[in-house]
């Protein structure tokens, strides 16, 4: 019980002492309790109601200028651990606990000449007025590592029906009284109560408490008799008041899991391997020790014909002739083998050799036959003179023959062109492209990610997880690794290792929001309630604070430009007999957005050439090296020329049907110029729903399972309805689970929120592509592409819809082909994409652009026989019959499989005579 309420209507020190419960105590400062001061945290990292970004301007207001009463009392319990067990089990079974709030005078005086009973002491208080009850939800105290809960509760007419029913308490003690003022002062309309700390913990729900015993009997609770109505305490809501508490424990009633403990568990599951040290005596210092034999030996041999020869060499006798130096050359095998010099070299190399055959070959046991002998001897003889070649270069100084350079594709690209693989549903490609960055380096957990989103793409859950584990393996704290195999080991039903990779992935990266949102998905989905809520509210807690700094940081970056575009004073003497004059700015026009075209492409006049060099650097260089020399380098030429109009006015965009029988928005017609008005000086933070943002992580992985439970609770939390971008993602998991009757009903329900979605239409362009409904799928595309927003996958958008302009095979697709193909490969540029640009301006018979075009996806990807079958069609009709000739060798070797593309080519090589060596 607090009393002694203190009215007040100045705003409170920041920083202020709390104070013992005693009232008295008469010394001077022994009021207040040392070292323990009142710490006020932020309202929206409270664990009470009035914790919103709405709240913060009344609760400041009210705890400000506004009357409202102060206790600022601090009351201390020691619990044992059988009250804490009760504790425990009491917040499990019923969440919310009762706080009283009451105005009572204080009691008389004590009768002189004895004590006074409970009873009578009870009957002597003064009558209760403004009674209410605050509700407080007491379970974040089960969260794991949870010390403090804090917060504004909203105070409620007392009524012991609601108190029953909130609680489900059969016995009607309050947990908690805080007593108001001395006399009537205190009324609700003007004072907001509030108490502003309690600190430590209580066994609550006393049975024979008789402080707050109520008058209404049991039996009420089994009657219809209506409850008399609070008239009183309805003043509490009209007031909108409210009471500050805390309740601060010195041990957290559940242990959480120290971060040491959850390191060592996932190691015990999945143990890190260490990078090998490299090994001293390995295979390179076997070499190492061959070549020092090999100068040495060379040293001698020089030194043994300096001796032989050496003074007819300095005399200038010494005969340069072939047959001469043939003779000297005998001479000196003779001295050596004669002198025992030969066999004494031999031994000195036998070791070094013998190292090279144990270290480099793993040669240790002799071998079954003569024949793998030989075999080996071959193989070994041929390694030994190249290396001595190498070091007798070295040694006299021989440049060394250029090394092959490296391949300048990064990782980055590889799993571009794994992605673009995905898409077109060449698995055995994107295989190829995931094990090539495995490859280059096992030990980047990317690329094992990369991998097993890749196998959770096709299914197979068992290779998904393995790679997931690797990563892991690699790199301990991977977050989404640590996730997915979280997602992964639930699917299996094993909950107690998903619960420890959930776990780990938040405690090493707490304020990730993702990471608490899909730990609270797991936790719902083990009927672990109390968790679930805790690790949602952290997650929406933790984004709402990202979003204010977010926004805090435009807000800067804001200013800084108005304050950047201030132009500079003129000097007080030129304003003199100036007339002011006021000048409207000039009206920002924005093109139609129905125009579809290649941003910063069309209209520039800028050539492939300008194009190839900004993205992969000279273009002639690496045409030559990836056609390896069959090819001449081409002139430069402008592949833009007659490609730089928009595809709008080249061929108007038509009228893409409504999915949902609405008029075609204004959008598909290209409209006037329009002004566009200057931009507002603040910026508005949409709050994103942390399950949506759960849900497009799960879908871009393919963990579609929990990606299912996420849309679910979108669904549940939306207040205002379901938003065009939840029917959107819907659609998405629809169409990866092959339903698309259901995703294009929910592509229809997203059309009637809201029309100018591009993913909306890119979906529906998708749907219609695998459905071979090209006419459709390319109104749809061109639609995507019209609007300012980009859609989610535009790259496959571009390449879609350039075959499909490909297919219609008139002189105007071809062109708008070309544009789409260049937009593409600017902004993601593959083999595929340069590949659709160069049949393009094949077809418009723009023969060098053609053959730059088709050089540079040669770069990307030399095994793609499409490539080279259009190379060997350029090089026909180019007239170069060598070049003809070995492009079609390639094509064939690399098993061109486009049937109309190799009887074209057969045609022109009948056509004119020559390209085909066995005809």
């Known amino acids: 019980m607090f009393t002694n309420g203190i009215l007040k209507s100045e705003k409170e020190p920041s920083v202020r002492p709390k104070r013992w419960p005693v009232s008295n105590i008469t010394a001077i400062g022994a009021q207040n309790i040392p070292d323990s001061f009142i710490e006020i945290c932020p309202f929206e990292d409270e664990d009470g109601e009035l914790n919103r970004k709405e709240d913060v301007a009344f609760r400041t207001d009210a705890e400000g200028e506004k009357k409202h009463v102060m206790w600022n009392i601090e009351r201390r319990y020691f619990m044992e651990p059988e009250a ?126 008789v402080t707050l015993k109520s008058a209404i009997t049991d039996h009420l609770f089994d009657s219809d008799v209506p409850f008399v109505a609070n008239a009183e305490g309805e003043q509490y809501i009209e007031a909108k008041s409210y009471v500050v508490l805390e309740f601060t424990l010195e041990k957290p009633l559940v242990q959480r899991r120290l971060r040491e403990e959850l390191v060592k568990r996932v190691a015990e599951i999945i143990p890190p391997r260490p990078l ?8 390179d210092k076997a070499v190492t020790d061959y070549h020092t034999q090999i100068i040495s030996v060379a040293k001698i041999i020089m030194d043994e014909y300096q001796e032989m020869f050496g003074r007819k060499l300095a005399e200038g006798k010494l005969s340069q002739e072939l047959q001469d130096q043939q003779e000297r050359k005998h001479k000196l095998i003779f001295e050596l083998n004669t002198s025992g010099k030969y066999f004494a070299f031999k031994e000195q190399l036998k070791h070094a050799i013998v190292k090279i055959v144990r ?46 350079p490296e391949s300048f594709l990064g990782s980055a690209q590889l799993k571009h062109f794994a992605k673009e693989a995905e898409m077109n549903k060449d698995y055995e490609l994107a295989t190829k492209y995931h094990q090539e960055r495995l490859a280059r380096d096992r030990n980047n957990a990317e690329h094992w990610f990369d991998y097993g989103t890749f196998h ?127 000048e409207e700015p000039e009206p920002v026009t924005q093109e139609s957005p129905s125009t579809l075209s290649a941003p910063s492409l069309a209209g520039t006049g800028a050539g492939v050439d300008t194009i190839l060099k900004t993205a992969s650097g000279t273009v002639n260089k690496k045409r030559r090296s990836s056609v390896k020399g069959i090819i001449d380098p081409p002139k430069t030429a402008d592949i833009l020329e007659g490609a730089t109009t928009p595809i709008s006015q080249e061929e108007p965009a038509p009228a893409v049907p409504n999915p949902v029988n609405e008029p075609p928005p204004k959008e598909t017609a290209p409209p006037p110029k329009e002004t566009v008005p200057p931009p507002r000086e603040t910026i508005s933070v949409c709050t994103r729903s942390i399950y949506m943002e759960a849900a497009k992580f799960l879908l871009e992985f393919n963990a579609l399972q929990f990606a299912t439970r996420a849309l679910s609770h979108e669904m549940i939390s939306s207040d205002n309805g379901l938003s065009c971008e939840y029917h959107v993602v819907l659609a998405r998991l629809y169409m990866l689970h092959e339903e698309y009757g259901k995703a294009e009903e929910s592509l229809a329900e997203a059309g009637r929120i809201d029309h100018q979605n591009p993913d909306l239409w890119a979906l529906l362009g998708h749907l219609s592509y695998m459905k071979e409904n ?30 499909i302009y490909l297919q219609e095979e008139t002189f105007q697709s071809y062109k708008s082909a070309k544009s789409t193909y260049l937009f593409a490969s600017q902004r993601a540029p593959s083999s595929l994409s340069w590949l659709g640009v160069g049949i393009a301006c094949y077809r418009l018979n723009e023969l060098t652009n053609a053959e730059d075009a088709l050089c540079e996806a040669n770069i990307l990807s030399n095994m793609n026989a499409e490539v080279w079958g259009y190379l060997t069609m350029v090089c026909l009709k180019t007239g170069r019959k060598l070049e003809a000739e070995q492009t079609y060798k390639y094509s064939i070797k690399l098993n061109l499989q486009n049937k109309q593309l190799l009887d074209e080519i057969n045609q022109l090589q009948k056509t004119l005579g020559f390209g085909n060596p066995s005809l």
């Not at 090998?276 to 295979?283: K, L, M, N, Y």
């Not at 604070?545 to 804001?558: M, N, Q, Y």
């Not at 090209?774 to 571009?798: G, S």
């Open 774 to 803: 090209y006419t459709k799928a390319k109104q749809y595309y061109e639609r995507a592409l019209c609007y300012v927003n980009e859609a989610f996958d535009m790259h496959t958008i571009c390449m879609r819809l350039g075959s």
């Open 84 to 209: 804490l067990q009760r504790l425990q089990k009491h917040i499990a079974e019923s969440i919310y606990s009762p706080v009283e709030i009451k105005r009572q005078p204080l009691a008389p005086p004590a009768k002189a000449g004895g004590k006074t009973s409970k009873t009578e002491k009870t009957e002597e208080e003064g009558p209760v007025s403004f009674q209410g009850v605050a509700y407080v939800n007491m379970a974040p105290l089960l969260y794991p590592g949870v010390k403090r809960i804090r917060g504004a509760y909203a105070i409620h007419p007392y009524n012991e029906y609601e108190i029953f029913e909130k609680t489900k308490r059969k016995n009607r003690d309050a947990s908690g009284v805080a007593t108001g003022l001395k006399g009537p002062s205190a009324h609700p309309r003007n004072a907001i109560n509030k108490v502003k700390e309690e600190k430590g913990t209580k066994e609550v729900f006393k049975k024979n408490s």
């Open 359 to 404: 270290e480099k070959y793993l040669q240790t046991v002799a071998f079954e036959n003569k024949e793998q002998l030989q075999i080996f001897l071959n193989e070994l003889y041929i390694f030994l003179v190249d290396q001595m070649h190498c070091c007798l270069h070295k040694m006299l100084h021989v440049d060394p023959p250029d090394p092959i």
């Open 456 to 582: 959770l793409l096709l299914n197979d859950h068992a290779k998904a997880e393995e790679c997931f584990r690797e990563a892991i393996a690699v790199n301990q704290e991977h977050i989404y690794s640590l996730i997915l195999c979280g997602i992964l080991a639930c699917m299996n039903e094993r909950y107690e290792e998903a619960d420890s990779f959930f776990e780990s992935a938040r405690c090493f990266e707490p304020s990730s929001v993702l990471a608490w949102t899909i730990q609270g998905l797991f936790y719902e989905s083990q009927e672990r309630t109390i968790l679930s809520e805790m690790a949602f509210a952290e997650a929406r807690k933790l984004q709402t604070a990202a979003e204010t700094l977010k926004k805090s940081l435009d807000e800067v970056i804001v200013d800084k430009v108005k304050v950047a575009e201030v132009p500079e004073a003129e000097p007080e003497s030129d304003k003199k007999d100036q007339p002011v004059a006021i």
């Open 276 to 283: 090998f040290p490299r090994r001293t005596s390995g295979a």
